[in-house]
């Protein structure tokens, strides 16, 4: 048995998905047979710290988002020398800045979609792509301020005057076709889903969290060598980024014109959201990982950067 403090809650726009998720894993790791320590974190990081004295096993990072995804509360932990869950500092702060992982993910050949950097004042001024595009943060998760601009909607200068997440937003090329998603644990895929929204929406934030705000298919319908493919491209993301523990990348998959269907990687999200919607404990299920088994897994391959991972199986 590992004494495991599970962190959860936090302060970014993710807060209640990450409430959510830690309250799973608390159960789930109890099930398990872990001694667990919720720990609800605020804004009083010193508050955090005296609550990781002494120092547990291992923690567990349920949170999501800024502060907790995105490499801050992982230096936190490298530096108490404590092993955690999840990605480090590297893989989490690349991951979490969209055009940095972009660039990493064109640099090793994977399949990105066109798109550049822009000023909130230019694209208050004019279209920077031709529509449809996609307006989206820098550093956010779970879709979060994420827009679509659509021929004859005139909505980009409301986007522009509403836009409260800095001053420079990614915008990409809208892909049409079907969302795909594939899990990564350690450094194998486990299947591809295929995401429906609620009535054929975008899959915004409501149809991630909220009760029947989406439907998931896997494995996905789609080719057998676009399947492996998805597969292929999950993990090379993985690998790419320097995830470590479990992973989740995102994709459009084009199957919409008369060629061959065009698959495109949007990103990698390095702490994959675990409430009773999320996507890769369906996934981990599927391949004979219940819930309790997925956080023992987490757990067990947790570790210091730097430091020797905890004793553990596979």
Request: hydrophobic share 45%.
């Amino acid at each position: 048995m590992s004494r495991v403090a599970v962190l959860y809650g936090g302060i970014s726009a993710e807060r209640e998905v990450s409430l959510s998720s830690g309250a799973q894993v608390i159960a789930a790791l109890r099930q398990a047979g872990h001694a667990v320590q919720p720990i609800e974190v605020g804004a009083d990081l010193a508050a955090v710290i005296a609550a990781l004295r002494p120092a547990p096993d291992a923690v567990f990072n349920a949170l999501h988002g800024r502060f907790g995804e995105d490499g801050v509360i992982q230096g936190v932990l490298d530096w108490l020398g404590i092993p955690y869950t999840h990605s480090g500092v590297r893989a989490s702060a690349l991951a979490m800045d969209k055009v940095a992982a972009k660039a990493v993910f064109a640099a090793a050949g994977l399949p990105v979609a066109a798109g550049r950097l822009v000023g909130i004042e230019d694209l208050r001024a004019a279209d920077p792509l031709a529509m449809p595009y996609v307006v989206k943060p820098v550093n956010e998760g779970s879709s979060v301020g994420v827009r679509i601009i659509r021929a004859g909607d005139n909505r980009r200068v409301e986007v522009a005057e509403t836009w409260r997440f800095g001053s420079q937003a990614l915008v990409e090329e809208y892909i049409p076709g079907r969302e795909l998603t594939v899990g990564v644990m350690g450094e194998e895929a486990l299947a591809v889903t295929e995401i429906l929204a609620d009535a054929g929406s975008f899959y915004d934030y409501d149809s991630k969290y909220a009760a029947g705000g989406s439907r998931h298919v896997v494995p996905a319908a789609i080719a057998d060598a676009d399947y492996r493919r998805a597969l292929e491209v999950a993990v090379a993301a993985h690998r790419a980024l320097g995830c470590a523990g479990a992973s989740r990348a995102d994709f459009r998959y084009d199957d919409t014109g008369p060629g061959p269907a065009r698959l495109v990687l949007l990103e990698v999200n390095t702490q994959p959201g675990l409430t009773p919607t999320s996507l890769l404990p369906e996934q981990a299920a599927h391949r004979g990982y219940d819930f309790p088994a997925l956080c023992d897994w987490m757990v067990r391959h947790a570790a210091c950067r730097g430091g020797s991972a905890l004793a553990g199986g596979a």
